[in-house]
């Protein structure tokens, strides 16, 4: 096309030819553009980088979505070691065999499983918030009913539903946060502090045992443990 604009016999139906590429080419490449989202240079400009997009300042959105997943973590972990600190107390006033108390423990651990695994495709289905607030209010619910109606099935089944809201409360409060968070060094730094909180709470239940289950009950005990989930 330069070698043709460039003769000094200029043929009008080149010079056609030549304004019909041009207009085509231009036609082509907005098209792209508009179809493959090539940034021009005003978009580039003004993209953040990962730097000014990483900063590490706490939003208040931030710092609420920390202590809802904090406090959700260090009562799924009492909820989850509760059954070893009072399964004695327990086995002597219901008078369970050593197969009963293994059931204890096993259904709330299946349960657990299972909801780690359904946790995924309910978010989903239902949103992670109301998966969340679903899952706290029947914890609450069936361990106040243990502790009030007190018998073994009551018991089981109690376990049962607290592993399964532990479970889902675990895997999606967690993508909740990360999904939420402000920024990437946020979301790493909020997710290292709640494993530090997990790990908090079994260790709270367990020093809550030592000093409380005798003087207390179990029944009393098992209302104290589950505070930190309302």
């Known amino acids: 096309i330069a070698s043709m604009t460039q003769t000094e016999d200029a043929n009008p139906l080149v010079d056609a030819t030549i304004i019909k590429l041009t207009e085509t080419s231009a036609l082509i490449k907005t098209k792209n553009q508009e179809e493959y989202g090539t940034p021009t240079r005003e978009k580039e400009d003004s993209t953040p980088t990962t730097e000014q997009e990483d900063n590490g300042s706490w939003t208040k959105l931030d710092l609420c979505l920390l202590l809802l997943q904090g406090l959700v973590h260090f009562g799924d972990a009492v909820e989850i070691y509760l059954p070893g600190v009072i399964m004695q107390a327990v086995s002597c006033d219901l008078h369970l065999t050593h197969t009963e108390e293994g059931l204890v423990a096993v259904a ?43 018998s073994y099935y009551t018991l089981l089944l109690s376990r049962a539903l607290v592993g399964l809201c532990a479970g889902l409360n675990m895997s999606t409060v967690g993508v909740y946060f990360v999904e939420h968070a402000s920024c990437r060094k946020v979301a790493v730094l909020g997710t290292f502090v ?37």
Do not use: H, K
């Open 108 to 150: 709330m651990y299946a349960t657990l499983a299972l909801a780690v695994v359904i946790s995924v495709p309910l978010s989903q289905r239902f949103g992670r918030g109301p998966i969340i607030l679903a899952s706290l209010y029947i914890s609450v619910i069936v361990t106040v009913l243990c502790a009030l109606i007190p």
């Open 194 to 230: 709640t494993i530090l909180l997990y790990s908090a709470g079994g260790s709270w239940v367990a020093v809550l045992g030592y000093l409380l289950l005798e003087r207390m009950g179990w029944r009393v005990f098992v209302l104290c443990t589950s505070i930190p989930l309302f």
